[in-house]
């Protein structure tokens, strides 16, 4: 069974704008990605205590994915969302993490694509 005490915070649907793509259209012009991260952790402390220290920082961890995605340029969506999952994956606490990044313009005939990593902290 599952241990109750592994909160999981979900950032839905992070809408950014980087380059993404290897057309020449798409290395000239910036354009849309949405960006869903999940990360698993043990937040009993932060439960009881009520005290951002024992918390895992949702805030921090999108404040540096949004500087990773804006200030940078990914040819591949694998590359990018690999480079995300780095940062979701970093801080100590982090038993679980994955990411889904989406490119809604990719593909004329479709809403859009993505593509999903996930990461588990090893036994
Ligand atoms: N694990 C948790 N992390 C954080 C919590 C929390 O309850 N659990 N709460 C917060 C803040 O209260 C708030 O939700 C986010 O902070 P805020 O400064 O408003 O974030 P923004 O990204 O909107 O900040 P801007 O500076 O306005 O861009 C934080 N973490």
Redo the contacts with the bound molecule.
């Keep these: 069974m599952m241990n109750p005490e592994l909160a999981i ?1 979900r950032i839905k649907n992070l809408r950014l704008r980087t380059f993404i793509g290897i057309k020449d259209e798409e290395i000239n012009n910036r354009q849309d990605v949405i960006i869903n991260v999940t990360m698993h952790y043990y937040a009993e402390k ?1 439960r009881k205590t009520d005290d ?1 220290e024992h ?5 921090t961890i ?2 540096a994915i949004i500087t990773l995605v804006e200030d940078n340029r990914f040819s591949l969506l694998e590359h990018l969302t690999g480079k995300i999952l780095e940062i979701a994956s970093e801080h100590p606490w982090v038993e679980y993490a994955t990411v889904e990044v989406d490119k809604p313009h990719a593909l004329r005939f479709a809403d859009s694509v993505s593509l999903q990593l996930s990461w588990q902290r090893p036994e």
Excluded at 55 to 59: S, V
Aim: net charge positive.
């Design positions: 915070i932060a951002m918390a895992l920082n949702y805030r999108t404040k």
